[in-house]
């Protein structure tokens, strides 16, 4: 082909050229007007229901509740002169010189909170310690400590105010302050919690405490007495209470809350 022949190819080759590129580009690149713009999917996540109680506590029937007899329930921070007069009409006047002298409710909680853990601190405790101190036999021929069954006298104002006390009042009185032991609750930082099924929960594992033979053996490896069983000294301290008490005070203490886990189940 002439030379001047193909000189006029070459601009119509580069014309052909930036067309297809042009189409190409229109049509895998390029989105057309009319396609709608694909959002991202927000995902809604719906909150976890907190579990239903396992025992739920039912209210005051309408003729208590609205009895002229009954004050409003206070809120929590004014409970304290409320809750023990009416724990001394059921208790007997003795029982308030044995309360703490505020925060009564919130204690109750608290300390039956940790009931089933290794200590309960001295500051939670709603009652004032049990007179005398701890009593124990001395050393035998191995070098062991007992506990001295004098020590159960200890208990006995404690274990007489348990067999003369009227449950179902009890339970009764629990039942009608029942919101403000579920305010504590949740103030010890239970959000979720309940506070009668974990009462529940403690009643049984106190109920779980083993019968043992007496005298109990003890060491005293340092200054504080620990039972010689590493069984029963990896016991929780309010298993302990009930093993330091007697054999024999045990046994009322148990059926009193054999009784009361009833009760407390049916409400």
């Known amino acids: 082909m002439p030379r001047q022949s193909k000189q006029w190819l070459i601009p119509v080759l580069l014309a052909l050229g930036v067309a297809a590129g042009l189409w190409y580009y229109r049509t895998q690149v390029s989105v057309p007007d009319s396609a709608p713009t694909a959002l991202p999917v927000e995902r809604v996540v719906e909150p976890t229901p907190a579990p239903a109680p396992l025992h739920p506590m039912e209210s005051p029937a309408p003729e208590i509740a609205d009895s002229p007899a009954l004050v409003p329930l206070p809120a929590l921070g004014d409970s304290d002169e409320y809750f023990k007069l009416e724990l001394a009409m059921i208790l007997g006047d003795s029982v308030e010189e044995k309360l703490a002298q505020s925060g009564v409710i919130e204690k109750l909680v608290a300390t039956i909170d940790n009931l089933p853990r290794a200590q309960v601190a001295?500051?939670?405790?709603?009652?004032?310690?049990?007179?005398?101190?701890?009593?124990?036999?001395?050393?035998?021929?191995?070098?062991?400590f007992a506990i001295s069954s004098s020590n159960a006298e200890r208990y006995d104002g404690l274990i007489a105010l348990l067999q003369s006390a009227d449950l179902n009042a009890v339970m009764d009185l629990y039942r009608r302050f029942y919101p403000l032991f579920q305010s504590a609750y949740v103030q010890q930082g239970y959000p979720d919690g309940y506070f009668n099924d974990r009462l529940v929960e403690v009643v049984?594992?106190?109920?779980?405490t083993p019968d043992v033979s007496e005298p109990i053996a003890l060491i005293r490896p340092h200054v504080l007495y620990q039972f010689e069983d590493a069984e029963l000294e990896a016991l929780s301290s309010g298993q302990k209470i009930i093993l330091r008490m007697s054999a024999e005070h045990a046994a009322v203490v148990k059926q009193w809350l054999r009784d009361m886990r009833q009760l407390l189940t049916a409400m």
Do not use: K, N, Y
């Open 122 to 144: 001295e500051r939670i405790r709603p009652l004032a310690a049990v007179e005398g101190t701890f009593l124990v036999d001395g050393q035998d021929a191995s070098g062991e």
């Open 204 to 208: 049984d594992h106190l109920l779980e």
